[in-house]
Antibody, heavy 121, light 109 residues
């Protein structure tokens, strides 16, 4: 049973870079044909897809965030990561990582519990 | 960017049937949009219910079903239970990009 766990600083200063890591347990991040996503949710609001990475390393990003987002994978650590640069208060949210479906089917079948990030000086 | 629209709120009686829909500003939703549905209860992470239009997760109750209806994706709950009160989100695929709907708050009353 694959499980995902987000980790990273809970407080980031404006204009700095938000960095989060998702650790995969219960299975190898390299096995199967999955993509791995980041999603965020401001308090009291809806979900926003940030981007995803294939196990091969190729990525897709939300066009509205593309200029500030980098998603990478470290198969040796069974982790994938999110970097969001030049953050503002609008980036304050719960951040989730998730795994898609085998054979690269779109969607998110397994979610982490989420981690709260606040952007404030 | 494409906008995905859901009913902001719906109310259903226990034991009743309700259909939530998911529309795309770019046109009809098709199987190629790979519609997914998620349930989120307060203080919890979203939980996947349906993927690729109508496929259920192993934990998805039988009363939940997904389909395409009149150019939209649809999630139907038949025999609604009090524990089904939650926010529901759809997700559509646009050739590499994914877009969530704004969510439907389902009240069981």
């Amino acid at each position: 049973q694959v499980q995902l766990q987000e980790s990273g600083p809970g407080l980031v200063k404006p204009s700095q870079t938000l960095s989060l890591t998702c650790t995969v347990s219960g299975g190898s991040i390299s096995s199967g044909s999955y993509y791995w996503s980041w999603i965020r949710q401001p308090a009291g609001k809806g979900l926003e897809w940030i981007g995803r990475i294939y196990t091969s390393g190729s990525t897709n990003y939300n066009p509205s965030l593309k200029s500030r987002v980098t998603i990478s994978v470290d198969t040796s650590k069974n982790q994938f990561s999110l970097k969001l640069s030049s953050v503002t208060a609008a980036d304050t949210a719960m951040y989730y990582c998730a795994r898609g479906y085998n054979n690269y089917l779109p969607g998110m079948g397994v979610w982490g519990q989420g981690t709260t990030v606040t952007v404030s000086s | 960017q494409t906008v995905v629209t859901q009913e902001p709120s719906l109310t259903v009686s226990p034991g009743g049937t309700v259909t939530l829909t998911c529309a795309s500003s770019s046109g009809a939703v098709t199987s190629g949009s790979y519609p997914s549905w998620f349930q989120q209860k307060p203080g919890q992470a979203p939980r996947a219910l349906i993927y690729s239009t109508s496929n259920k997760q192993s934990w998805t109750p039988a009363r939940f079903s997904g389909s395409l209806l009149g150019g939209k994706a649809a999630l139907t709950l038949s025999g609604v239970q009090p524990e089904d009160e939650a926010d529901y989100y759809c997700l559509l695929y646009y050739g590499g990009a994914l877009v969530f709907g704004g969510g439907t708050k389902l009240t069981v009353l």
